[in-house]
């Protein structure tokens, strides 16, 4: 049986996959923070512009969550992303390149609302996929 924590952190890959952007006010705490490798992405104002701004360079993405685990109140998911960039990725004008990129993210939840998350993917290996 799937816990309520585990659900919440899956709803997070349903905005990309979904492309449900406003569920991010639904699923993220007021005082949510969010590290995703080297920068801090604090409220769900913020949230939604840093994932708007994935989704315009690659609309297509997709996650594919291959495990989750829950341990000491928080959920890890592994998972892998895939897409193509068709859009403008973070100021790299689009390539039409397809990505395939892999990453774990650890969620904290409390009261149905994801709280802080650590998210840490191969953001070189991407980088150089786009590039290539």
Not at 20 to 36: N, R, S, T
Not at 41 to 46: D, E, F, H, K, Y
Not at 76 to 99: A, L
Not at 108 to 130: F, H, P, R, T
Request: charged share 20%; aromatic share 12%; hydrophobic share 40%.
């Amino acid at each position: 049986m799937t816990s309520d924590a585990v659900k919440t952190a899956m709803q997070f890959y349903e905005v990309y996959n979904d492309k449900k952007i406003d569920l991010l006010d639904d699923i993220l705490a007021d005082g949510y923070v969010g590290h995703v490798n080297a920068h801090d992405i604090v409220g769900a104002a913020s949230a939604k512009g840093f994932i708007g701004g994935f989704v315009e360079g690659i609309p297509d993405a997709f996650y594919d969550v291959h495990e989750t685990f829950e341990a000491d109140g928080k959920v890890i998911c592994r998972w892998t992303c895939t897409g193509t960039q068709t859009g403008n990725f973070y100021g790299m004008p689009p390539s039409g390149k397809s990505i395939n990129v892999n990453g774990i993210t650890i969620f904290s939840v409390s009261a149905g609302k994801i709280d802080e998350l650590w998210n840490v993917w191969d953001q070189y290996s991407l980088v150089e996929q786009l590039k290539a």
